[in-house]
């Protein structure tokens, strides 16, 4: 019985570093929206001692001067990254759960009789560097929480391969002794502490107590938890992904927005692109809402908060239908006089595309129901954006403070890079 856990190594660092080889040993580190904080850093980036979600500016200096390497995130080029590593893995293994951007359970179970699962694994792993660039960790062991374990085992113990496998009870009692009971997943800081104070300080300590008790005196996750580490699989790979429930596209903005137009060029960016993702996933909504907002952290200016809910008669996916009803809910929460920081759109009540609903009543807005065009416009709009709404702002306007964002290498005609 054995699952796998495959982690890509400082995925946003690394991904920076695919085309740009000159920055092989260079400290790299890569902001939030806003170049804000620190969301990614690069093993030595990390050995300089730079932190998870510090403030930039309070690194800044100190990291340029020692030949730090900064990058606004550049999310286009993570997520197409990030694709194309999970495609490989469903190129290998029957069952896959893309966990995260960066992190994805294999179910091992089928495998385990034709391979030596750790070969496997580091057969995998040499071809997702081979084929792009990304390098990634492999734990294997009976149960999602283990594999864990398996990957923070490799990390202390340095296994140069980065894959690993904890099976025998013997390897597991070691690797569980080894790591600390902040370090199991699904355990938080503040149980930890809680764990801590009851003399359990030990992902073996945990693992040893009875999970009936656990059950009684803490939780239910937790038990789960216990059991998990007792080499019991209580978590099983969830393939079948569930449809969304709601699409959201929104953002701060770099520069404050004081005036309507402006806004609702910027709402109707928004609009076209959550319509997009709508399409993607082959639903249709029936409620469009729209928020606008002023700064909470400029607290000496007056604030407004607006929020509006368009009810659609028959769902829709087709980007005209949404941009009518965004607009609509756009104009009563606009209040002239204010500087607005950020502003959204959320698609929801889904239905799915095949389904067809017809209204009791009749709808002065009859949907467009064009899916066709949709399909064009989506296609030729693939890479880059050539077709525009009438309501959408085409300077390629960034809401975002952003000055140093890499080329979109693999997504945009526009930025491939040139080999010279
Ligand atoms: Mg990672």
Redesign the pocket.
């Known amino acids: 019985m054995a699952l796998a856990l495959v ?5 946003y660092a690394s991904c920076e570093r695919i085309f740009r080889p000159d920055l092989k040993n260079t400290p790299i580190v890569v902001l939030s929206n806003n170049d804000g904080c620190v969301i990614a850093r690069s093993t030595e980036a990390k050995k300089m001692g730079i932190g998870m979600g510090v403030p930039w500016f309070k690194v800044k200096k100190s990291f340029l001067l020692q030949g730090g390497q900064v990058f606004s995130s550049n999310f286009t080029f993570y997520g197409d990254m990030s694709a194309r590593v999970m495609n490989i893995l469903e190129g290998f293994v029957p069952e896959i759960e893309i966990y995260s951007i ?2 994805a359970f294999l179910g091992m179970d089928s495998l385990e009789e034709h391979y030596n699962l750790y070969e496997f694994g580091c057969y995998v792993r040499s071809l997702i560097k081979q084929w792009t660039g990304v390098p990634v ?1 492999i734990g294997i062991a009976p149960t999602k929480t283990l594999t864990k374990i398996a990957l923070n085992e490799a990390k202390r113990i340095n296994v140069p391969t980065k894959v690993h496998q904890i099976s025998t009870t013997k390897e597991i009692r070691e690797a569980l002794r080894n790591t600390p009971i902040r370090d199991v997943w699904g355990v938080g800081r503040r149980l930890s502490e809680h764990l801590n104070q009851a003399k359990i300080s030990n992902a073996l300590q945990l693992a040893d107590i009875d999970p009936n008790y656990i059950k009684r005196k803490f939780s239910l996750v937790l038990e789960r938890t216990v059991r998990e580490l007792r080499g019991q699989r209580c978590l099983d790979i969830e393939n079948n992904v569930s449809a969304k429930k709601q699409i959201v596209v929104s953002r701060s903005f770099g520069n404050r927005v004081a005036d309507l137009k402006t806004l609702r060029s910027i709402v109707s960016n928004f609009a076209v692109r959550a319509s997009e993702k709508l399409r993607n996933e082959k639903q249709k909504c029936s409620q469009v809402s729209v928020f606008v907002r002023t700064s909470p952290f400029s607290n000496h200016k007056p604030q407004h908060t607006g929020h509006k809910t368009m009810e659609l008669l028959n769902p829709t996916n087709d980007t005209r239908d949404i941009l009518i009803a965004a607009k609509k809910a756009l104009l009563p929460i606009f209040k002239p006089g204010y500087d607005y920081a950020k502003a959204g759109i959320l698609l929801s009540r889904f239905t799915n595309e095949t389904t067809k609903q017809y209204s009791l009543f009749k709808d002065p807005n009859e949907p467009k129901d064009n899916s066709k065009f949709m399909k064009y416009i989506d296609q030729l709009n693939n890479y880059e954006t050539q077709i525009y709404f009438a309501s959408q702002n085409t300077k390629r306007w960034s809401p975002m403070k952003q000055n140093m964002t890499s080329p979109k290498y693999t997504t945009s005609w526009y930025e491939l890079p040139i080999v010279k």
């Open positions: 982690d890509c190594e400082s995925f960066d992190e960790r």
